[in-house]
Every structure is written in structure tokens, then in C-alpha cells.
């Protein structure tokens, strides 16, 4: 092989013909083998008719076929099991196997309804070579129930193109076109109006469409599928779309023989911690988001993330984040059979900045912080542990943002509160309600003085001292001006509990109802004070 097909992708496609009614089998394989024998068909409402929509194989031999009208079908075969079509399940066992496929390459794209993209460039080896790769991944998914066809060429259509009718096909560089040519018009997939088309224009092998002049095919049939075709005889190529971004740093173990105690677990982590922050260390790169996943002997595929608020390059942190996230899993981490597969992978990195840490110590107090706010992170969640910032308005329940503090530590610690007055009570309350709750107020001092009583939560309080009011307008350039006026109270009651209550709007000026007559006016309490 020459250096410039050495450079090229490789492109291995999967294609599950039969995956709806594989899925129900699967699901119902305890019913015995009488299920294997009988005629099985998943139907599918199309154009106000029932049709099959997939089928297994005893139904191809009793004469029915994909696109049949299902009262067709039970003339035909009166014995047959008809299920109904779930393409949500049949989506999510699609990606179920994408992710059981990710223990071969991390490029995984889905190719739909019922197929798969595997970019195998430069990782063919690990498993034997192409042909040994094909073996492993179609063996595997045979055993599991699934009907399914593969092949590898460069471009991912030449090989999804004999998937459909040359499966186990490995085509070396060069030699796309000679392997599609032969091969039916339909293995393209570009439709059936195109298929048909070109059928009555007596095209009617991919070598027969070929032959023919691009501007002949693009006037009639469109440039869509005059690149669909240059792609499927490897003239052109277009990058697949991968599920999952391709991580910074990869580090996996294999095993020989599946793991499932955890004392080898967390000893294997551990290792692949170590060899993680080496790869890292080379580069000068820190972690800012971890992934462990457990690849299951039976398919099964569990990934852990792990956020972190400061670049990690320490080996021992991440060992101990991980361990901190294991043990607070609601779901625990459940082996199976054994893993055969870890991956350690930072789908996120940046670069370290060196800072004085001899002599500082602001910065090891910040470590300490930001390790400690890592492992309670790891624990109870990243969306959990907040911090506050304060932000330039003068409405109070805009006054703070509370954001995740893994990724705002620095801005929180740098941030300007207001300073409060000394010897003077605060101006706001302690406590501030996430809404202001209503309260009734029979009657009050017009037009902007405090009620002498208010009745809360079913409880009715006499006020006995009043400081106000403070006027608060709304922002009307954030609301279109239909924000009313607020006079704000500092209430004490004859019990000595002290409230922070609203008069939502201005008598006779600001509140007025549908046929513009002034409405009542509403009253809030919008927290209490210490």
C-alpha cells in the first residue's frame, strides 16, 4: 500500500435489515423456539393502509415482503404474528449497538433508520485487520439475534452501497467503481422515484448509470444523486457526522478475561489515570471534563462523567473524583457478566497555566476550594453546588444569578457586593421568597402609605411599625413597559416578625382592567427579615 492510500479513510458500514423485528424477538426470546418458526411481521400505517414494515426470515419464505398490505399478508400466511411498528425503540436499540460499537472506534455516526457509519482508519490492526474486524463486529451482533450486512471501502456511501447487496465485501483504494458497477440501481437508496426513473430510462445497474455523461444525469434525476453517485463509486467523499465529539485524550484497557469486583475495577482506573495525566503531561494540558465507560461483556455500555472546575493533572485527583462519583451513584455501577473494556477519555482539556504556589497562599487556598467543590460536585451533582453573583439591576429577585460554581469560582471571588451601612438596619431581608406570595390587605392608606393589617398563609398580622415606602420601578425596557410600579414596606407586626411585603402597582394610575377601569390593588410579601 502507498503513502497516499495509507492517508485514506476507511469506512466500515452496518446495516440491520430486519432491526424492528429482531428487537421484538429479542425482547420475547423466552417464549421458545416456536417464535422462530412462525412468520413474524412488524406493520406500519402508511397512506391510510397497513403494510408490513419489516419482517423475519420464516415470513420471506411464506412469499411476503416489506411494502405487503397486511389483510395481503394474512391471506397469504393465516398464521402470522403481526407487531406494531416502534420506531422511538427501534431508534434507541440502534443506539444501543452504536454504543457497543464505540469499543472498536470512538467515530461512530448512525446511519437511519436501521444502519451504522464506523470510521476504522489507522485502528483495523488492533483487532486483526479488516477482515478480522468484520468478522468480530457482524459475529457479535449474529449471536445477539441481529440479521445484519457490512462492508469497508473509503467513502461510507461506496460502503453502505454493497451492504445492501454484497455483504462481508472489503474494497481496496481505487477499486469502488469496479465493485459497485454490477450492482442494482436500488443498492444507492437514492428513492423510489429516482430508482424507478432510471429503470425506465434502461439504466439499470450503478455501471450502467456511470457510464452515462454528469450533466445527462444531473439535468434529469438532480445533483443530489449525481454526488450521491461519484460518492459511491469513489470519486467524492463527505465526512461522517459522529454521535459523540472525538475526545482530546483516549486511554483503555482490555481484558482478556471480563472484571466485575470492584477492587479490580477501581485498581484499572487508577492505571489508566496515571497513563492519562502522562499523555496530557506531554502537551502541558489539564482535564476539564472526565469520561469512564464500562464496556459490558453482554453489549451493555455505562459512561460516568466527571466535571472539574480547574484543569486536573494529577493522577491521584482523578482517581478520587471518580471514586467520590461511583459510590453516590443512584444507580450503581452493576458489572454483569464482567467488563472486557474501560475507556478514560478528557473530552475536555485546557492548558495549564503555571502561578507561584510557594509563596502564595491565596493560591493553595483556592486548590483546596476548588478540589473541595470537585468532590462534593462529584457526589450530589455539578448543577447543585452554586455560587452567587451580583448583577446590575435594581429589581430584587434579579439582583443574583446563582450559577454553577465549577465554572465560576474565579468571577465569584472577584465579584463587588454592595457594601452595607454601618449601624443601619439592612435594607432588604435575609430571606427573599423564590416568588413573592399574595397577601390580602383590606384596606390601606391612599395613595401610597402601608396597610394596618394583612392576612398571610391563613394567619392575620397587625401592624404595629412601617418604614416606607421605597419605590421600585420596573424595568421597561426589558418588559415593554407593562410592568407596574412597586412600593416596597419593611412591616413589623405586633408579634415582632418583621416582613418585606409590595403594593404590585399605583392607585388609579398603573392598574386598570380590560374595559380600562381601575383594577384592585395586589399586595405581596416578598421575604422576612432576621
Known amino acids: ?72 399478508a394474512r391471506a397469504i400466511c393465516p398464521e402470522l404474528m403481526v407487531f406494531d411498528a416502534d420506531e422511538v425503540a427501534d431508534r434507541k436499540t440502534l443506539e444501543d449497538i452504536a454504543d457497543w460499537c464505540d469499543r472498536f472506534t470512538p467515530l461512530v ?119 450521491l453517485l461519484e460518492q459511491a463509486l469513489g470519486q467524492g467523499d463527505a465526512p461522517i457526522s459522529p454521535r459523540k465529539p472525538l475526545p482530546d485524550y483516549i486511554v483503555e484497557k482490555r481484558f482478556p478475561e471480563p472484571v466485575a469486583t470492584d477492587t479490580v475495577i477501581a485498581m484499572n482506573l487508577s492505571a489508566l489515570a496515571a497513563m492519562l495525566v502522562t499523555a496530557m503531561d506531554k502537551q502541558g494540558k489539564g482535564a476539564r471534563r472526565l469520561e469512564a465507560s464500562f464496556f459490558r461483556t453482554d453489549g451493555a455500555v455505562r459512561t460516568i462523567p466527571v466535571d472539574t472546575g480547574r484543569p486536573v493533572t494529577k493522577a491521584e485527583v482523578i482517581d478520587r473524583l471518580f471514586r467520590e462519583r461511583l459510590d453516590a451513584l443512584n444507580d450503581p455501577l452493576d458489572p454483569g457478566f464482567g467488563f ?80 452595607r451601612i454601618e449601624s443601619e438596619p439592612p435594607l432588604q431581608p435575609l430571606r427573599l421568597f423564590d416568588r413573592p406570595e399574595p397577601i390580602n390587605v383590606p384596606f390601606a392608606t391612599v395613595p401610597d402609605g402601608p396597610p394596618h393589617q394583612f392576612t398571610w398563609r391563613r394567619v392575620t398580622h397587625a401592624v404595629v411599625r412601617v418604614e ?42 398603573e392598574l386598570a382592567d380590560e374595559e380600562s377601569e381601575p383594577a384592585s390593588v395586589r399586595w405581596f410579601v416578598h421575604g422576612l427579615f432576621a
Open 340 to 419: 472486557d473494556l474501560i475507556r478514560l477519555s478528557a473530552s475536555r482539556t485546557e492548558i495549564v497555566v503555571q502561578q507561584q504556589r510557594d509563596l502564595d497562599a491565596n493560591v493553595h487556598d483556592n486548590d483546596e476550594l476548588a478540589a473541595l467543590i470537585d468532590r462534593i460536585a462529584a457526589r450530589i451533582g455539578g448543577k447543585r453546588v452554586v455560587v452567587h453573583l451580583p448583577q446590575d439591576t435594581h429589581i430584587p429577585e434579579r439582583a443574583v444569578l446563582a450559577v454553577t460554581a465549577q465554572h465560576h469560582l474565579a468571577a465569584a471571588a472577584q465579584a463587588a457586593w454592595p457594601e
Open 109 to 227: 455516526a448512525l446511519d437511519l433508520p436501521h444502519g451504522l457509519y464506523l470510521d476504522i482508519t489507522g485502528c483495523a490492526h488492533l483487532f486483526g485487520g479488516e477482515r478480522a474486524l468484520l468478522q468480530i463486529v457482524c459475529g457479535a451482533l449474529s449471536r445477539r439475534g441481529f440479521a445484519v450486512s457490512a462492508a469497508i471501502a473509503n467513502t461510507a456511501i461506496c460502503a453502505r452501497t454493497l451492504t445492501r447487496q454484497a455483504s462481508g465485501k472489503i474494497v481496496a483504494d481505487g477499486e469502488e467503481a469496479e465493485a459497485v458497477s454490477p450492482l442494482p440501481v436500488s443498492a444507492l437508496g437514492a428513492g423510489d422515484a429516482i430508482t424507478g426513473g432510471l429503470r425506465r430510462a434502461g439504466l439499470k445497474t450503478i455501471g450502467d448509470v456511470a457510464s452515462r455523461g454528469r450533466h445527462e444525469i444531473t439535468a434529469r434525476f438532480g445533483a443530489g444523486f449525481t454526488t
Open 468 to 509: 416606607g415606602p421605597e419605590r421600585i420601578a420596573m424595568e421597561w425596557w426589558k418588559q415593554n413597559g407593562d410592568g407596574p410600579t412597586r412600593d416596597y414596606f419593611r412591616i413589623e407586626d405586633e408579634a415582632g416578625l418583621r416582613f418585606w411585603i409590595f403594593r404590585d402597582g399605583l392607585y388609579e394610575s
Open 1 to 72: 500500500m502507498n503513502a497516499s492510500s495509507a492517508n485514506r479513510r476507511r469506512i466500515l458500514s452496518l446495516w440491520l435489515p430486519r432491526l424492528p423485528i429482531d428487537r421484538i424477538k429479542r425482547k420475547l426470546s423466552g417464549s421458545g423456539d416456536a417464535l422462530d418458526k412462525t412468520p413474524s411481521v412488524v406493520v406500519a400505517k402508511q397512506h391510510n393502509a397497513i403494510l408490513i414494515h419489516s419482517l423475519d426470515e420464516a415470513a420471506v419464505h411464506a412469499g411476503l415482503s416489506i411494502g405487503l398490505p397486511l389483510a395481503n
